[in-house]
């Protein structure tokens, strides 16, 4: 099973973490209140393509883009287990690398406000203001029952927003996909499924959807084992990433603006890019994802403590 579909055995405890606080995290912003998808008023009833032409085009503009860096402004209102509300708001830098590496810095005039940091080994949760804390824990021991403090926010999950990832084409490999299309939204919807840690039965645990013409993401939607949501994203405003070795009309497309909500807490996170490249002053590179010895803050809990490392 994958790294995300082992995720799966940790989703009660993130439903918990995002009651209380829910940092501040990738890309941010206060947005308006959320909806639900609604038809977009130009249903479509048309011929479609099969799924293997469909990933096959998505994965055409995704490939090619194996690092990322961007700058991004932001803006958040997060609330608290106790229904209590802070706006934070400000400018920060991302760095991806495929697969699983990111760190998503956030800064205003006092310094850091936020870190959130994903590598081969480790992941990290950094936030100066309010909880002054840094979550971290080990890969390898996601799913094991010695986790037993939440993060307030997955820094795995945050990879999943980004919708530049490649699909897998052995459709029977788990996470296994599916493909619908809904012709009210005009746009193929793709759920990926793993098995239960009960094996009498399957979960969804992430879904995308996908514009008919253009096959960028607009909406991604990840669950918990119950298939309620725990986290709502919404993509637009897309733009090229320049690659000096394709032509201009085959350059891939970035979302640059990210609008997220987590029912469970009401919290409401916006981000914009700007600058997208795929490398900025040779970064990322290896010693963009370390692990930071000084996190700057006063706080430090490692969540798998108890599996003994």
Same mark, same amino acid.
């Given at each position: *099973?994958?790294?995300?579909?082992?995720?799966?055995? $940790?989703?009660?405890?993130?439903?918990?973490?995002?009651?209380?606080? +829910?940092? +501040?995290?990738?890309?941010? /912003?206060?947005?308006? !209140?959320?909806?639900?998808?609604?038809? !977009?008023?130009? %249903?479509?009833?048309?011929?479609?393509?099969?799924?293997?032409?469909?990933?096959? =085009?998505? @994965?055409?503009?995704?490939?090619?883009?194996?690092?990322?860096? %961007?700058? #991004?402004?932001?803006?958040? !209102?997060?609330?608290?287990?106790?229904?209590?509300?802070?706006?934070?708001?400000?400018?920060?830098?991302?760095?991806?690398?495929?697969?699983?590496?990111?760190?998503?810095?956030?800064?205003?005039? +006092?310094?850091?406000?936020?870190?959130?940091?994903? @590598?081969?080994?480790?992941?990290?949760?950094?936030? /100066?203001?309010?909880?002054?804390?840094?979550?971290?824990? #080990?890969?390898?021991?996601?799913?094991?029952?010695?986790? !037993?403090?939440?993060?307030?926010? =997955?820094?795995?999950?945050?990879?999943?927003?980004?919708?530049?990832?490649?699909?897998?084409?052995?459709?029977?490999?788990?996470?296994?996909?599916?493909?619908?299309?809904? @012709?009210?939204?005009?746009?193929?919807?793709?759920?990926? @499924?793993?098995?239960?840690? #009960?094996?009498?039965? $399957?979960?969804?645990?992430?879904?995308?959807?996908?514009?008919?013409?253009?096959?960028?993401?607009?909406?991604?939607?990840?669950?918990?084992?119950?298939?309620?949501?725990?986290?709502? %994203?919404?993509?637009?405003?897309?733009?090229?990433?320049?690659?000096?070795? *394709?032509?201009?009309?085959? $350059?891939?497309?970035?979302?640059?603006?990210?609008?997220?909500?987590?029912?469970?807490?009401?919290?409401? *996170?916006?981000?914009?890019?700007?600058?997208? /490249?795929?490398?900025?002053?040779?970064?990322?590179?290896?010693?963009?994802?370390?692990?930071?010895?000084?996190?700057?803050?006063?706080?430090?809990?490692?969540?798998?403590? &108890?599996? &003994?490392?």
């Amino acid at each position: *099973m994958s790294r995300l579909g082992m995720n799966l055995q $940790w989703s009660y405890g993130l439903r918990l973490a995002l009651r209380c606080c +829910v940092g +501040v995290f990738l890309f941010f /912003a206060y947005g308006c !209140t959320p909806n639900r998808p609604a038809p !977009t008023g130009r %249903a479509y009833f048309g011929p479609t393509e099969p799924m293997e032409a469909v990933v096959g =085009r998505i @994965n055409a503009n995704n490939q090619p883009i194996r690092t990322l860096f %961007a700058f #991004h402004t932001f803006e958040a !209102t997060i609330y608290d287990e106790k229904g209590e509300g802070t706006f934070v708001n400000g400018r920060g830098t991302i760095n991806y690398r495929k697969p699983g590496e990111l760190l998503l810095q956030g800064k205003k005039e +006092v310094g850091n406000v936020f870190e959130i940091g994903s @590598n081969d080994e480790r992941y990290w949760l950094s936030i /100066a203001l309010g909880p002054d804390t840094m979550w971290w824990g #080990h890969y390898r021991n996601l799913g094991k029952p010695c986790i !037993t403090q939440p993060i307030p926010i =997955r820094p795995d999950a945050m990879l999943e927003i980004l919708g530049v990832g490649d699909i897998d084409t052995d459709f029977t490999r788990e996470p296994a996909p599916v493909m619908r299309f809904n @012709n009210d939204a005009d746009a193929y919807m793709f759920i990926w @499924n793993v098995r239960a840690s #009960h094996p009498d039965r $399957w979960i969804a645990y992430r879904e995308i959807w996908y514009d008919r013409q253009t096959l960028r993401p607009t909406l991604v939607l990840l669950f918990d084992p119950d298939g309620r949501v725990i986290l709502r %994203a919404y993509l637009s405003d897309y733009q090229p990433v320049k690659i000096e070795t *394709m032509p201009k009309d085959r $350059w891939p497309m970035v979302a640059r603006v990210y609008r997220l909500y987590f029912p469970d807490s009401g919290s409401k *996170m916006n981000f914009t890019l700007s600058d997208v /490249a795929l490398q900025r002053n040779g970064k990322p590179d290896d010693r963009t994802f370390r692990f930071p010895d000084r996190p700057g803050v006063s706080n430090i809990i490692q969540i798998d403590q &108890g599996c &003994g490392d």
